[in-house]
């Protein structure tokens, strides 16, 4: 393996970069540089030689134009042979073994709102195409982008630098880091309509994910399947969470989407809660003064699907709530933190996966989400409402909720934009007694809630994710003794359904917001 004996090195990420500089120089490693990088090496003492000097080019236009040069993109594509020497060597350069370079900031640009022509100005040219050249030409050449790849790299440099399977490596995350890159712009200078205002919808929209890890099978074990987690994935996100489990099964397919529709769930309330989802829908929601109580009340609003579900919490679990969760078999967990107490128990039950999301993130957050569909993707804003829709809505019927019963509807609409569409949710105080999801009629969906509650349904509250289009629901929810309804209203049965509330003492408060979820 050919010794490292020259790098060009120009970063708009400074992270780690003087202790890397300094194990190269160390090793005997001429650094090439440009601008604020050459000048972060100088003033931490470590030698450095312009790129000007090198291609005896000056920089021009700002500089705009300093790595565009034969003598860099000769040095970096030069392979191994006497014809391509010969080549450099006329051109007066020499052969560059080592890239690291990190690329102008667009995306973070981007976010914090610059104008346009700043924007267009951290459009980098010179870094991708030293990336893209150092890349090709791995079969000589390795190319780093990520800081974090520092330390791997300079372990490498007594035995002459990384092999040739760690190159390729390096390679293919280069060419990944430039596809984001290059995906980015497209889809900033395609979201401009034509009188240059900017819409959420690029005309072009480029996903980039990294694949974190096969699942054992997809949704069926005759499927096949792994988890690509978002290039800067928001912390709190599900793609940022840590495992904390002590060993077993990995995540599943079913039990990430599970995850995901339990903590989109929980991020809802302000006060300590907890909900348990089995097969996407919420089972058992509760919110109480204490973690332990609202995981027992959401454990017991539906105790027989609990088994085996998810379970989100929205509190550092402490022993207490830990020694109740013990209690049931449960797929994963996931919380903002655990108590060390509680994560030594938590961690003794076997193939129990344990999830950290560290940061948490509001429920009104902002981002795309989208499903697949034959030959495309169909993509919306993520529904960050839901908060204020009932106490802010309009009491149309001839009884208006007492506070209590407001209380429990507000609380129970928030369930209901995360059950399946038909969703129906039965509440009493803040915590489910009855949920109805996904059927293709209303009706049953009312029903199914009613059964599931029991006797709890008498004296509950009522929450529906989109209008009646018949008295029929209402109806059957009066009849279990049910007080209080909130639906968005809209069907053009509207005065029937309010006739039939109104009939039967029930309270009932109009939306004007629909949360279906398919």
Request: charged share 20%; net charge neutral.
């Given at each position: 393996m050919a010794k490292i004996a020259r790098a060009l090195v120009s970063v708009s990420d400074k992270r780690g970069l003087v202790e890397f500089a300094k194990a190269l120089n160390a090793s005997g490693v001429e650094l090439l540089s440009t601008g604020g990088t050459s000048k972060a090496l100088r003033d931490?003492?470590?030698?450095?030689?312009?790129?000007?000097?090198?291609?005896n080019s000056p920089e021009v236009m700002d500089g705009r134009v300093k790595t565009l040069h034969p003598r860099v993109h000769g040095g970096l594509l030069m392979r191994d042979n006497d014809s391509d020497r010969k080549d450099l060597n006329e051109l007066g350069g020499k052969p560059i073994d080592l890239v690291i370079v990190n690329l102008y900031p667009f995306e973070a640009t981007v976010v914090r709102g610059a104008p346009y022509e700043e924007v267009i100005e951290n459009i980098d040219i010179g870094g991708p195409s030293m990336l893209r050249s150092a890349s090709k030409n791995s079969a000589r050449v390795t190319v780093v982008v990520d800081p974090d790849d520092y330390a791997m790299i300079a372990m490498t440099l007594a035995a002459g630098g990384p092999d040739l399977a760690t190159r390729k490596k390096l390679a293919?995350?280069?060419?990944?880091?430039?596809a984001a890159y290059d995906g980015a712009i497209a889809a900033y200078l395609t979201s401009f309509s034509d009188d240059e205002t900017r819409t959420e919808f690029p005309g072009t929209l480029s996903l980039q994910f990294e694949r974190a890890y096969p699942f054992r099978y997809g949704e069926n074990p005759h499927q096949k399947g792994a988890f690509y987690v978002e290039r800067n994935a928001m912390k709190g996100s599900l793609a940022s969470a840590q495992s904390l489990g002590a060993g077993?099964?990995?995540?599943?397919?079913?039990?990430?989407v599970d995850c995901e529709a339990a903590l989109d769930a929980v991020r809802e309330y302000e006060r300590p809660a907890a909900v348990v989802v089995k097969h996407t829908n919420?089972?058992?929601?509760?919110?109480?003064?204490?973690?332990?109580?609202?995981?027992?009340?959401?454990?017991?609003?539906?105790?027989?699907?609990a088994f085996g579900g998810i379970v989100a919490l929205n509190r550092t679990v402490d022993l207490a709530t830990a020694e109740l969760l013990k209690e049931t078999f449960l797929e994963c967990i996931i919380a903002p933190a655990y108590a060390e107490d509680a994560l030594d128990l938590l961690q003794t039950k076997k193939n129990l996966r344990v999830l950290s999301t560290g940061a948490w993130l509001e429920p009104s957050h902002k981002e795309l989400v989208w499903k697949r569909v034959g030959g495309g993707i169909a993509v919306q804003e993520r529904d960050g409402s839901g908060r204020g829709e009932?106490?802010?809505?309009?009491?149309?019927?001839?009884?208006?909720?007492?506070?209590?019963?407001?209380k429990s509807l507000e609380f129970a609409w928030r369930v209901c934009k995360?059950?399946?569409?038909?969703?129906?949710?039965?509440?009493?105080?803040?915590?489910?007694?009855?949920?109805?999801?996904?059927?293709?009629?209303?009706?049953?969906?009312?029903?199914?809630?009613?059964?599931k509650a029991g006797e709890l349904a008498k004296g509950s509250v009522l929450a529906s994710d989109a209008f009646f289009p018949f008295p029929d629901g209402v109806e059957a929810a009066a009849k279990?003794?049910?007080?209080?309804?909130?639906?968005?209203?809209?069907?053009?049965?509207?005065?029937?359904?309010?006739?039939?509330?109104?009939?039967?003492?029930?309270?009932m408060v109009l939306t004007n917001v629909r949360h279906f979820r398919h």
């Open positions: 931490a003492g470590i030698p450095v030689v312009d790129v000007s000097t090198f291609t293919a995350k280069a060419f990944s880091h430039t077993g099964k990995e995540l599943s397919f079913n039990n990430l919420p089972c058992g929601v509760a919110v109480a003064e204490t973690l332990v109580e609202a995981y027992r009340r959401a454990r017991d609003a539906d105790a027989l699907s009932v106490t802010g809505g309009k009491v149309v019927s001839k009884r208006a909720p007492t506070p209590e019963e407001m995360h059950v399946k569409s038909n969703a129906i949710v039965l509440a009493r105080g803040e915590t489910t007694a009855g949920v109805g999801a996904g059927q293709m009629s209303r009706v049953v969906s009312v029903e199914i809630a009613v059964k279990a003794g049910i007080t209080a309804i909130a639906q968005p209203g809209g069907s053009v049965k509207d005065a029937d359904v309010i006739a039939a509330a109104d009939a039967a003492g029930v309270a």
